[in-house]
């Protein structure tokens, strides 16, 4: 049977599925209507639109894109509660009463269920025009009634048809640990390879770089203002030596696969024996570079390639240059930036991983360069009249110079710390497999990307078989990556799970109190491309919490309906989205004011304040901001406060560094941004205390807060005043000049 005809069958046969239980059971408690068998080709997860509008047109998982189909499935959906399908799935199995019976069972599962033929009865139905005879599961019985009655719930099941007999075949889509991942090293558990568009190309080895923390904070660098901007002279003036840019056919996301593309290309156009400059490469994880050329034996224009799908977004670069020259000053040029400011003027420097330093010194990623420089290529008198917010089609360049410490090195250049999927899956996989932290820690899938990576969320929480207790527990939503971009935001999660996972007294605290769900990476597959922004969408995922479609933007919106669940069963004391900043220095937070209701006005800046106190030489209160503005109506922090979260914050840590205290003038470095995680959590145990002393500590701060606030609307309405007078002196100035001229002329 042709393949298509047999994916056709296997989705007539899961509506079927669902049309028949929807009626002989009652919806909401109907366990087929849980189940989404998604007809996908196994070793290819194929989605037919995944381009910025095609959740349109592809309204199910098991639909495909003919309109006709689209209505049927709308209407099978609706009947089969589609909605309540995802707001339960991947949150069920963590249901506090029965967390870990729920994983014995699913660990059972995993042993015997590779292919389950289903104990069936016979049924006719149509399948595009052909007539088919069917046997259907007598689901009450064998396995898929055993795993139903279990009333587990997962996409993972997809049901087939057996070519030979017809019979339907149930069974687990591969990995099938999406419901359990076993804390057993050994256990056939070994985490999912990342899957890439099928027209990216990755190279075999895996790249892992050593940790390092400086032993002293590296300084900024001083901008002298008389730096070199050359301007670009493109390809035409030199020579090309790497090339590579993923093309698809259609210019969105279609088809992924483990490893990418099937066949590698030679991106390295010169002969090796002709050419002895530097060799680079960016088809590695969250690698992007798309284009080196050489002006001069030392001097290169590189090219970023955009965020796949979309000809926007263009700032995050890692790439590796092999058969360095030590003793000569080389100089790069990132060419075709987009953003019209960076802190690359402002004394921050990118950040270099030397193989043979790691080897020999045990040093990682450091700062690196000099003679730095960001700025417009066209015409600056240009640049300087235009508004600043003004992005039009300006690009920019970064300009360094660099010297290699080693002949024939292999050398790594960052936008800052890379943290890769495959990172955040070891270090996921790590607590799984520890004795003490798998005890109070559940790893879960929230759901899957486009492209079919996994999206973890960790729950932390003390085991508690007093149920009374459970319930008081309030939960911590606190979510990272959601801009593939911002690696500062990953280790300030790494830096926050570390903590709460730890054995601290406060960490223990904390998890007698709360119950936290952490969502690491929201984007993994943006991650993986090394895009800057956005999703395989061409999308900004942190613009979409309002409009979310799921079969678009699953993280979003099973993370917004995690969150629904949270607040309907036991509260959220706090919500908090991670992020990096590219154009400011420090680490501060976002959040939203509520200067409508009476009872709440500026609660929600006490938590930033406190933040300021445990950590003030990296984290300004100044900085920080509560207004809502129209631009961000989308983004995780309003649309959660918007569901009456009241501390719902973004927390923005700065590529660059500290202007605070005694880190003035230095950069951030990993265990900086580590320390910020860490004290998000010290903080939020005082923020919570309701120790009499620390609930008048926090009137206190409460008093101060609108303080600053009252000096801060005197200030600006002095300012404006000021300026008002101001611009009324320049009017009499220009009357006078003026009368003057008229009596002259008289
Ligand atoms: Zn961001």
Redesign the pocket.
Known sequence: MAEREREAMSASLSRLLRTLSSASMSRRHCPLALLQPIPLHQSEMALGSASSGGSAERCCSSCSDDSNNNERCKSAERGTAAEEVGEEEGVELESKQDADEGEQDELELKRDSSTVNVNVVRANFKCNDMECSLVLGDYVNGFLGSFLSKGLKTNQLVVNTDEKTLRPVARLKEPRDLFALPKDKDNDCSQQAPRWPVECQVIEERIIHIPYVPAVPEPLNAPTGNELKPRPVGEENGIVVFSYSPISAVNYFSRSAVGGARFMTNCHPMNPEEYDGLEFESRFESGNLAKAVQITPTYYELYLRPDLYTSRSKQWFYFRVRRTRRKMLYRFSIVNLVKSDSLYNDGMQPVMYSTLGAKEKSEGWRRCGDNICYYRNDDESASNSANEDDEDNSTYTLTFTIEFEHDDDTVFFAHSYPYTYSDLQDYLMEIQRHPVKSKFCKLRLLCRTLAGNNVYYLTVTAPSSNEENMRRKKSIVVSAR??PS?TP?SWMMKGLMDFITGDTTVAKRLRHKFIFKLVPMLNPDGVIVGNT?NSLTGKDL?RQYRTVIRETYPSIWYTKAMIRRLIEECGVAMYCDM???SRKHNIFIYGCENKRNPEKKLTEQVFPLMLHKNSADRFSFESCKFKIQRSKEGTGRIVVWMLGITNSY?I?ASFGGSSLGSRKGTHFNTQDYEHMGRAFCETLLDYCDENPNKVKRHAKLFKQIKKIRKREKREQKALKLQKMADQGCIMNDKLKVKRSVEKSVS
Do not use: G, L, S, Y
């Open positions: 959601v801009h911002e935001a922004r942190n992020h990096a900043h973004t923005e």
